[in-house]
């Protein structure tokens, strides 16, 4: 079980570009969040997944942030025009059966910096 | 976030204990979870408490007050090692979505 797959580890972009970074889950978990950590706020709630539906995105920046889950194996969080404040650990973790069962497993993040 | 709150950081002693406090909005709770977060790597599940009262797992002890929007983490025995940050996640029943404190870090000092 190779846990959580996040990549890349690092991304740099310049301001006003987009980035794209991917989350591997670990295979048969049913849902799968994404989290953003900075030191300013902590570990933010951005949009969680369960069985590849979409099921609430209210931590999302709503105007150049989007996820998809096009199939069970991984997810993908876009940031159009990506801005100085995006910059940000971002953590994706997955739970085999969350509501009934109570852990996550986190990944090891991607940090992305925007200069 | 979602009034999780926690103090940033606690310092004590290799051999002694540690007690990580964690505060939250009471409306709505759903059950609390404790994660570990060394430096530079994701956090990691410890405990997880819906009921009241302490739940004793050897090392790691937690305890919850639903009434009083308060749980505290226990670490005994401390070791070097033990020193990270350690985050309070309440779960509210909007979808079950897990809201993290900003975490307190913990410095063991030998």
């Known amino acids: 079980n190779a846990g959580v797959i996040q990549t890349p580890r690092h991304k740099v972009t310049g301001k006003g570009q987009e980035a794209t970074l991917w989350c591997e889950p670990i295979?048969?978990?049913?849902?799968v969040f994404w989290y953003r950590q900075t030191i300013v706020q902590g570990l933010e709630f951005l949009t969680y997944?369960?069985?590849?539906?979409?099921?609430?995105d209210s931590g999302m920046p709503k105007e150049r942030f989007s996820a998809q889950m096009p199939n069970q194996s991984h997810s993908t969080l876009k940031i159009q025009s990506t801005q100085p404040q995006d910059s940000a650990v971002y953590l994706c973790?997955?739970?085999?059966?969350?509501?009934?069962?109570?852990?996550?497993?986190f990944g090891a993040g991607t940090r992305l910096s925007v200069l | 976030g979602q009034g999780v709150e926690q103090p940033d950081n606690l310092m004590s002693v290799e051999g002694t204990f540690a007690r990580v406090n964690c505060t939250y909005s009471?409306?709505?709770?759903?059950?609390l979870s404790w994660y570990q977060q060394r430096e530079g790597h994701a956090p990691v599940f410890l405990s997880y408490?819906?009921?009241?009262g302490l739940k004793d797992s050897g090392h790691f002890s937690t305890f919850l007050s639903r009434s009083n929007g308060y749980s505290y983490l226990l670490l005994t025995e401390l070791q070097i090692k033990d020193s990270a940050s350690y985050l309070c996640?309440?779960?509210?029943?909007?979808?079950?979505?897990?809201?993290f404190g900003s975490g307190t870090k913990l410095t063991v000092e030998p």
């Open positions: 408490v819906v009921l009241d």
């Open positions: 295979s048969g978990h049913s849902a």
């Open positions: 996640a309440v779960r509210w029943p909007n979808y079950n979505v897990l809201y």
């Open positions: 009471t409306s709505g709770f759903n059950g």
């Open positions: 973790a997955s739970s085999l059966r969350w509501g009934s069962q109570n852990t996550l497993y």
């Open positions: 997944f369960r069985n590849q539906a979409p099921i609430d």
